[in-house]
């Protein structure tokens, strides 16, 4: 659809095609202050009139943040922020994938693995660890993701133990990943 009242619903998958600035039924508007600063100033005004058109909302990923960058310097606001900014104007959203159990439960599942014989790796506490601890999965978390900041660790450095604990008790309660790392690359990969 290139207008609202054309559309029959919403669907938040990927933002970038926004950020790249592909045409658009109206160009004036630039949605990418969203991705970059994570501003609902230009996505609000969208939204409201999806509302006001009734359209349901899928989001398919459902991520927050991304790192941006070769060595995740940066960052940019990701589609489950859309799906909940929706939801906060009184929208309706179904959704799928992290960190919703049944996600992991279809991966599992199109594997044919007993979970036990499968591995998650992310870096969102809040997507990847809650969602694979939930889901029963065994999952590798990698520090030098998304969460690096809040660790004050540069790239490929492992925090403390302390500071380890206390981030991932705030952002997800009793719930510990399998393993912990600091980074995959592939540098250090084997020959």
Same mark, same amino acid.
């Given at each position: 659809?290139?207008?609202?009242?054309?559309?029959?619903?919403?669907?938040?998958?990927?933002?970038?095609?926004?950020?790249?600035?592909?045409?658009?039924?109206?160009?004036?508007?630039?949605?990418?202050?969203?991705?970059?600063?994570?501003?609902?100033?230009?996505?609000?005004?969208?939204?409201?009139?999806?509302?006001?058109?009734?359209?349901?909302?899928?989001?398919?990923?459902?991520?927050?943040?991304?790192?941006?960058?070769?060595?995740?310097?940066?960052?940019?606001?990701?589609?489950?922020?859309?799906?909940?900014?929706?939801?906060?104007?009184?929208?309706?959203?179904? =959704? &799928? !994938?992290?960190?919703?159990? @049944?996600?992991?439960?279809?991966? /599992?599942?199109?594997?044919?693995? +007993? *979970? $036990?014989?499968?591995?998650?790796?992310?870096?969102?506490?809040?997507?990847?660890?809650?969602?694979?601890?939930?889901?029963?999965?065994?999952?590798?978390?990698?520090?030098?993701?998304?969460?690096?900041? =809040? &660790? !004050?660790?540069?790239?490929? @450095?492992?925090?403390?133990?302390? /500071?380890?604990?206390?981030?991932? +008790? *705030? $952002?997800?309660?009793?719930?510990?990943?399998?393993?912990?790392?600091?980074?995959?690359?592939?540098?250090?990969?084997?020959?």
């Amino acid at each position: 659809a290139t207008s609202v009242a054309d559309a029959d619903f919403l669907l938040f998958h990927g933002s970038e095609v926004w950020y790249r600035g592909q045409d658009t039924a109206n160009e004036d508007v630039s949605l990418s202050p969203f991705i970059e600063e994570g501003s609902f100033d230009n996505v609000d005004p969208l939204l409201k009139e999806c509302l006001a058109a009734k359209l349901p909302a899928v989001c398919a990923n459902p991520d927050f943040i991304v790192q941006t960058g070769p060595k995740g310097e940066g960052f940019a606001n990701m589609p489950g922020k859309l799906a909940a900014r929706y939801e906060e104007l009184g929208g309706g959203c179904a =959704t &799928f !994938g992290k960190p919703g159990v @049944e996600h992991f439960e279809a991966c /599992v599942r199109k594997l044919g693995l +007993e *979970k $036990e014989r499968v591995c998650h790796v992310g870096d969102s506490l809040h997507h990847d660890i809650s969602g694979a601890v939930n889901a029963g999965v065994p999952v590798v978390f990698v520090t030098s993701g998304i969460h690096r900041m =809040t &660790f !004050g660790t540069g790239f490929g @450095e492992l925090p403390g133990e302390g /500071v380890l604990e206390e981030v991932m +008790e *705030k $952002e997800v309660g009793a719930m510990r990943p399998s393993h912990v790392v600091p980074a995959f690359s592939r540098a250090a990969a084997p020959k």
